[in-house]
């Protein structure tokens, strides 16, 4: 029952939802209209699981005293902080979590966190981008025609180059693109049938129950 | 060969100082190499240059902060355009961390076109579900967001009495940093209510959008930095704004950053295959 | 040189420099800020959810609308909360069950539309292309590209012969797509740089305009 009842659910939200598609019917369009309702709502409970694992992860570091768990306070006050400002003053243009905590503290540690991939890429092109092989060389031949004929130096250095450039994105780039996308839609629609049909059980988790 | 051993074991905070000064310095003092548009620009440009004078454009500002200078100058570039255009912009998100930028866009850009906000501009804000709250949209605006971000109803905007659905608006632009992003409102608002699409994304992922611009399915595509100052320029020469560019400014920079990188690729394959031939 | 004097911007750019630290190498202040990141996330996160999502989704039209109906989607997302008690985590399934159902039943359609239907539209040669050679000699190479790629991941026969022949050209459009997507992607690391740099040099530093 502890399995089988959400395996009924699976089965049946999906070949419902397979033939609404299809169905322009007034009582279909009732159904898609609710489930679609319903469906936001229980998805905004999902961050509980996120949020729950964070507390979880966090609080015991802080209780077996793991390497840094100071920084495990850290956390759990910015994020205590964060979310009763927020539920308190709410998210509007001039609310504190805006100005207080979104501008000031997110952006620049988000952005930066990201910035500093341009140092590692540079680290990584150096290290090991090695054209071992033909493939790993027409790899980096592309690579470079297509570097150079995104920025204006590249057109600066010879006037077709930006075009070299697109032709190589817009042709062979897309045909192996394509063929990469026909793969990954098959495995997805197959992966979804299964998971419908209840051949594919990962997601109800492991143990006797 | 010594030279060519010290070369490959060099330590990575060298690179990394060089690699910082060469990308800092155009910056301070600009080449002056410019910008011109590419055909993929060009053609979202003219979809929405094509669009009535007070129809709706939907953004879809579906990046974070990390993605911010990328895709924060297409939003403010578009919004731009839409206004000089007189279009009506509704903004909306799939990701949480997109709110505050679509905010910080959705006050700061329609002053500088006299735009008041719930008559020509209306943020609805984030919503959990992605496909549930694109097909939701399909059928009615409404019963998705029944307030703007603020928690203000719809039905109090002007704007939003012409727009109930997502056929009323003229055609989407897809901002998106990743998933959820342009590949769910192809797949479900193109599939199903036959929207007509457009996207400005990441360098990252827009390599892998070729093949939906070749078979139509989007209607131009802005490709990373480059992609948001090709749009900048267009929409400064068509003399829609004269609003600072960002990324054009950064192009220069751009520019350095990538001959760096090739002669650091070209320096280590050259050190390795000199090493390799000595101990072979 | 016209630095800034809000503390707001100080703020922002100490938060960067301390992320930018871990260049060097790992250090407290990266540790703080990293887990400052987190939690403000967290928070950021909850607070937007609760207002934009659940708030107006589900808090008005139960609690003040008075529509019944919306006590299913409540208790569906109420069970999320059981993946934390270990005697009752198997709860989970049921709105698990509901939104993967849901889930893949719209999304086979949809993809099978988006990437398989209209991908195969795009490649198949069709009279338009002959109106010029280069679009027609581009609409070749890209049609024999897509199969060849595809051709590649076929695994079920052994590469041999006219397959075999596919299969390595195939490999030589899988490369050059490679090469493109690395390009594309230095350019996005560097442009991630480039934006942090303007904020230290322009709204921090104030030395560009």
Known sequence: MKRNIPLAICLGMGILMMIQFFVPHPASVAFYDLTTKWIRIVSAFALVLGVGSFVMYHTEKLRRRRTGWPYSIVALVAAAVSTVVGLAWGVKQTSPLQNYIFTPLLVPLNASMFAILAFYMASAAYRAFRARTKESALLLIAAFIVMLGMVPIGAAIWGKLPDLAEWILSVPNMAAKRAITFGVALGGIATALKVILGIERGWLGGGKQ | MKFFHYLLKIDRRIIYIVMGLLVLLPLVKPLGLGVTSGPRAARLFRAVDSIPAGKALLISVDFDPASMPELYPMLTALMRHAFAKDLRVLLCGLWPTGTGLAIKAATEIPPEYGKKYGEDVVYLGYKPGVDAVILGMGENVKNVYPNDYSGRPLDSMPMMRRVQRLRDISMIVALSAGTPGYSDWLAYAQSRYGMKIGAGLTAVSAADAYPFLQSGQLTGLLAGMKGAAEYEVLVQKSNYSKAYMPAVAAMDSQSLAHVVIMILVIIGNIAYFATRKRRS | MHISHSFLTWVAAILTIGIFSFL?????????????????????????????????????????????????????????????????????????????????????????????????????????????????????????????????????????????????????????????????????????????LQFILRDWLGVIK
């Open chain 3, 24 to 196: 060097w190498k790992d250090n407290p202040f990266y540790k703080f800020c990293e887990h400052l990141f987190v939690g403000v996330s967290v928070g950021y996160g909850i607070a937007v959810t609760w207002y934009n999502g659940v708030y107006p989704d589900l808090v008005t039209p139960l609690f003040r609308q008075g529509k019944p109906l919306y006590i299913i989607p409540l208790v569906l997302g109420l069970c999320y909360f059981c993946r934390f008690i270990p005697k009752v985590s198997w709860v989970i399934r049921f709105p698990m069950a509901f939104v993967l159902g849901w889930g893949m039943g719209v999304t086979i359609p949809a993809w099978f539309q988006t990437l398989i239907v209209k991908q195969i539209q795009g490649t198949l040669l069709t009279p338009a292309i002959f109106a010029r050679w280069d679009v027609l000699l581009w609409a070749i190479i890209s049609f024999v590209g897509v199969i060849c790629s595809v051709f590649y991941f076929f695994f079920s026969k052994e590469h041999k012969g006219a397959l075999k022949l596919a299969s390595e050209t195939g490999i030589v459009f899988l490369m050059v797509g490679f090469g493109a997507s690395f390009g594309y992607t230095v350019m996005a690391r560097m442009s991630l740089l480039i934006g942090r």
